[in-house]
Structure formats: structure tokens, C-alpha cells
């Protein structure tokens, strides 16, 4: 497809589960943040990458947190130990330019921790 | 530092009237200055962006006012219309993009 692809775009687990949340970027976009978005909550920036290495990894909320991108494509973003505060939508989006604003956003996948 | 202030929180404006959303920033690194616009159950999606060195850029009925000195930038709405309903956020970058909490919009006939 020509736009952000992430999968599940929906996701029930049950507390202290692990999940994994896969972000398809558009072809040839550098650049590849997360964020995640509490419901009616803003956006909060969760890791960023350029190509493959994350400049910035503040963002992650605690060591559960993790994520990866291989051959400048797609990123996994992993939860361990999952807690019901980490429901949320969790937003993938790439840029063609590095160091710009410019974000392409896919439709996200929501996570429902029981 | 790395906050991106934003207000109101919530805006109801009649058909036809100017939405104004306003956001400020800390961090004078910032060099880029993009508006989202959000429906429900969508990812966000970029609606128009301005850089440091202008101070207003209009694309169609949005217009972005930005006052460097200030460190604030705001966006105009003109003729709102119904299917502008919709949750907005300003942002700053420079390499990561931090965004306001947005804003969510009701267009009223």
C-alpha cells in the first residue's frame, strides 16, 4: 500500500503478557517515530529512528518498553510484562526527510490490557 | 523545554466563523512548526507547516501566524465548516517532533 501500514490494528491481552506491535513505513521514508495516544489524550513521543539506530530513546516509558527497525523498514515496538496503564493507541509514522516535521501517519493499533 | 503548550482545549464555533488555536514553545531549537488534523479512530495528518524565518503562511481557508520573539505560533481557521469538526495539534522540531495536546473543534451549523 502506498500509506503507514501497522498491524494489529487491534490487540486485547491480558496483564503481564507480552505483545509485539509491527509499523510498516511508506517506501523509502528515512525517518520512523511512536507514539502512543491515551484515549482523548495527546500525542506522546515514544522512540524515534534514522534508518535503523534511535538517536532518542526518552521517550520509552520504562525498560518494558522496546523497539527495533530492520533494513531501514519495518519496526517492531515491543511491550513486556504488559500492565493495564499501557492501554493506549499506539501510533507509528515515517518521514521522507530527516530532521523535519513532516510525518506520515498510519491508523495505529490499539491496545487493550485486561 | 521540550513542552509544546496549546490552548483551549476545546473550541465550538458557529458555521462560518474563525477558529484560532494557540500554541508556544520553550525550546528555541525548534525549527519547524506543523498543524495536524485528526478524526476520530485516523492517525493524525499534516495540514500545513511554517519554519522560523516567516510569519504567516495561508494555504485555502487555514493560515498560520507565527511570532518568533514571542516563541508562539497560532492557527486560523477561516469560514469553519462542519466537516472541519476534528482534534488539531501544533508541533515543534528540530529532530524528534513533540506535540501539543491537542484540540478538539466543533463546527455548529
Known amino acids: 500500500g502506498a500509506g503507514v501500514s501497522q498491524s494489529p490494528s487491534n490487540k486485547v491481552t491480558e496483564k503481564g503478557k507480552d505483545v509485539e506491535l509491527r509499523c510498516d513505513p511508506i517506501?523509502?521514508?528515512?525517518?520512523l517515530y511512536w507514539y502512543r495516544q491515551s484515549l482523548g489524550q495527546g500525542l506522546e513521543f515514544l522512540i524515534y529512528?534514522?534508518?535503523?539506530?534511535?538517536?532518542?530513546k526518552s521517550g520509552l516509558p520504562s525498560d518494558r518498553f522496546s523497539a527495533e527497525r530492520t533494513g531501514g523498514s519495518v519496526s517492531t515496538l515491543t511491550i513486556q510484562r504488559t500492565q493495564q496503564e499501557d492501554s493506549a493507541v499506539y501510533l507509528c509514522?515515517?518521514?521522507?526527510?530527516?530532521?523535519?516535521?513532516?510525518?506520515?501517519f498510519g491508523e495505529g493499533s490499539r491496545l487493550t490490557v485486561l | 523545554q521540550q513542552q509544546v503548550k496549546q490552548s483551549p482545549q476545546s473550541l465550538i464555533v458557529q458555521k462560518g466563523g474563525i477558529s484560532i488555536i494557540n500554541c508556544a514553545y520553550e525550546?528555541?531549537?525548534?525549527?519547524?512548526f506543523p498543524w495536524y488534523q485528526q478524526f476520530p479512530g485516523k492517525g493524525p495528518a499534516l495540514l500545513i507547516a511554517?519554519?522560523?524565518?516567516?510569519s504567516e503562511k495561508k494555504e485555502g481557508r487555514f493560515t498560520i501566524s507565527f511570532n518568533k520573539s514571542a516563541k508562539q505560533f497560532s492557527l486560523h481557521i477561516m469560514d469553519s465548516q462542519p466537516g472541519d469538526s476534528a482534534t488539531y495539534f501544533c508541533?515543534?522540531?528540530?529532530?524528534?517532533?513533540?506535540f501539543g495536546p491537542g484540540t478538539s473543534l466543533s463546527v455548529i451549523p
Open positions: 509514522a515515517s518521514s521522507p526527510h530527516p530532521n523535519t516535521g513532516e510525518l506520515f
Open positions: 517506501s523509502g521514508h528515512t525517518a
Open positions: 529512528f534514522q534508518g535503523n539506530s534511535a538517536p532518542d
Open positions: 525550546n528555541t531549537a525548534f525549527d519547524y
Open positions: 511554517i519554519r522560523p524565518d516567516v
Open positions: 508541533a515543534a522540531s528540530y529532530d524528534k517532533v513533540i
